[in-house]
Each structure stands twice: as C-alpha cells, then as structure tokens.
C-alpha cells in the first residue's frame, strides 16, 4: 500500500471514528409536554419523570429514548409510545391522550 493509500484510508477512520462518537454523544433535548388537568408519570428508558398539569420537563442533552415510551396517567391507565422518539420530536399529553408531535410537518396538502 502506497503513502497515498495509507493516508486515505487514515482519512476514512478518522470520520468514521467522529461520526460514531458523535452519533453518540446523546443529543439535544427530549420533551415531554403535558397540556393536560392532571399530572402524569411519564417512564424514558431507566427515567421517570412527575410531570406536573400544564408544565413541561425536558431530559438535557438526552438524545432518543431507548426504547418506547410509558405514560401513567392518575386514573391508573397508561399508553405506550412506540419508540426511539427522538428530538426534536415533542411527547405530548392532552386530554388524556399521549402522542408524539412531530417537529417535521407532515407532506400532506
């Protein structure tokens, strides 16, 4: 392999190498939004987050979830959000539904 080569090949490396980390380095922040009367439990991953009525709590730097996405609402019903959910993507709870507000409008007219 020439001198060339070698470098080239050094090139693809090193991106790769930054790509992966970076791809990894958790992200921007994921939101739950609660719009709704009451508060609801809401279980990311290994987190569990009280998110009071009319509030909002954000994971910082969090990334995707790692899986789906648990709300426990006060009446003891729960949905499960299918997952990864990732930024900027929104999880919002409103009246009494959970669902995932997509930050890329849909293509729809």
Do not use: H, K, W
Request: proline share 6%; with cysteine.
């Amino acid at each position: 392999m020439n001198e060339r080569a070698r470098s080239i090949a050094r090139a693809v490396v090193a991106v790769a190498t930054v790509a992966i980390l970076t791809s990894c380095s958790g992200g921007d922040d994921l939101t739950v939004q609660n719009d709704g009367d009451d508060a609801v439990t809401v279980e990311i991953g290994e987190e569990t987050l009280d998110v009071p009525a009319s509030s909002a709590v954000s994971l910082l730097d969090y990334g995707c979830s790692p899986g789906d996405v648990t709300v426990r609402f006060g009446s003891g019903e729960m949905t499960v959000l299918d997952g990864p959910i990732c930024p900027p993507d929104t999880i919002m709870i409103r009246g009494g539904e959970a669902t995932v507000r997509s930050a890329t409008p849909s293509a729809t007219p």
